[in-house]
């Protein structure tokens, strides 16, 4: 009785870590288009998800990654994408041009005090989108800082409603 159970317990166990390994390893979401790419890269560190981060990337852009995720826990990793993510207010892509295998697109990030411009150069390898290399981020000081009110209304027009 103790070996059939034994058994069954290790054979479960087999069946979980194959059900694991297989999710572990699922395709990455298919980035058809360089901003969807662009859109991964940020939903990616958003969640902490390293392996969807390094995803997105190829080349020596990816190679760079790899170092540097080697160079330390993986964990610290993941917490580093959320942080780094976590003050962003917003983004926009302000620029883009493509061909049919590469493209550049420049994205503004939004903070709270402050906005950043990210250039990309993209890379389509096998229909799939990819960040080959990311430019020095160039920092801008909004004329109107974020979360600044756009006008008041005078006090008496909002006590009348109108």
């Not at 058809?32 to 990337?57: H, S, W």
């Not at 493209?103 to 150069?121: G, K, M, P």
Request: proline share 6%.
């Amino acid at each position: 009785m103790k070996r059939a159970a034994a058994g069954m317990l290790t054979l479960a166990l087999l069946l979980a870590a194959l059900w694991w390994g297989r999710l572990a390893s699922a395709p990455a979401a298919s980035a058809a288009t360089p901003g969807k790419c662009i859109d991964q890269m940020f939903a990616a560190g958003e969640r902490g998800d390293v392996d969807a981060y390094l995803a997105c990337f190829t080349g020596d852009q990816r190679t760079q990654l790899e170092r540097e995720l080697a160079a330390e826990p993986r964990e610290n990793f993941a917490q580093g994408l959320v942080a780094a993510i976590e003050p962003l207010k917003g983004r926009a892509i302000v620029d883009e041009s493509a061909s049919a295998l590469t493209a550049e697109i420049t994205v503004e990030r939004v903070y709270a005090h402050r906005n950043d411009l990210q250039r990309y150069n993209l890379q389509c390898q096998d229909g799939q989108w990819r960040i080959a290399s990311v430019r020095a981020v160039q920092a801008l000081q909004p004329p109107v800082p974020y979360g600044t009110p756009v006008f008041e209304m005078p006090e008496e027009t909002a006590q009348s409603g109108k």
